[in-house]
């Protein structure tokens, strides 16, 4: 399966700005998926980044607030932007796992705690 | 649209005991796959178990299991001789046909005490 580097793992950031997380798969995808897991809660897709086009977002997220990458076939960023409390959350990125039909392989994930 | 239920906010076990977690989803589809994960303090996710809809045989991966009820629309989790390592957030998740993500439940926490 794709090995998936997640960075920051981890961030402690003010209020009103912006943190970008990274993840580089160490094989090319088509499809990068990122998620946020608010405190307690389950995971939730925000958008999926396809190389050479722009990413799709689902219902509740916007572009300007979540600013997505996706310069090659193995890496994409996602941009937080005028972080407020209510972004704290885990961050995750997901790639369809490699040599199987199904299943997919996620990063370490992003913790981050807006003060 | 697409909907995973687990309604089992926290499960306990002692150590080598089997748990069996419960989800339930429902589709319109006919064609989807059926996921199990697992997620740590660390936060990170694992790949568990994975069941497609026309899999005629319930999944297995060494001590996981699913109990997949196609009728019922349920696909639980079973976990033979729980370890203390098992102790983690535990998400079922589903994936529709023609569609790359997947929808999540809400989680089950399992606790595994010696």
């Known amino acids: 399966s794709a090995v998936i580097s997640q960075k920051p793992s981890r961030d402690i950031c003010q209020r009103g700005t912006s943190l970008t997380i990274q993840c580089q798969v160490d094989?090319?995808?088509?499809?990068m998926f990122w998620y946020r897991q608010q405190p307690g809660q389950s995971l939730t897709l925000i958008a999926t980044?396809?190389?050479?086009?722009?990413?799709?977002?689902e219902s509740g997220f916007v572009i300007d607030k979540f600013p997505i990458s996706r310069p090659n076939l193995t890496f994409s960023t996602l941009t937080v932007s005028n972080m407020s409390p209510e972004d704290s959350s885990i961050y995750l990125c997901?790639?369809?796992?490699?040599?199987?039909?199904?299943?997919?392989?996620f990063g370490s994930g992003t913790r981050l705690t807006v003060v | 649209a697409q909907k995973i239920t687990q309604t089992q906010p926290g499960m306990f076990v002692q150590e080598k005991e089997a748990v069996t977690l419960d989800c339930t989803y429902d589709?319109?589809?006919?064609?989807?796959?059926l996921f199990w994960y697992k997620q740590p303090s660390s936060g990170e996710m694992i790949f568990l178990i994975y069941?497609?809809?026309?899999?005629?045989q319930n999944a297995t991966e060494g001590r996981y299991s699913l109990n997949f009820q196609k009728a019922r629309k349920s696909a639980n989790l079973v976990i033979s001789a729980s370890q203390l390592g098992d102790s983690a957030m535990y998400f079922c998740?589903?994936?529709?046909?023609?569609?790359?993500?997947?929808?999540f439940g809400t989680g089950t926490r399992l606790l595994v005490s010696p």
């Open positions: 094989s090319q995808v088509t499809m």
């Open positions: 980044a396809n190389q050479g086009s722009e990413a799709t977002y």
């Open positions: 589709t319109s589809d006919q064609s989807y796959g």
């Open positions: 069941q497609g809809s026309y899999d005629e």
């Open positions: 998740a589903m994936r529709e046909t023609g569609f790359q993500k997947l929808v």
């Open positions: 997901s790639v369809p796992r490699t040599g199987v039909a199904y299943g997919y392989t």
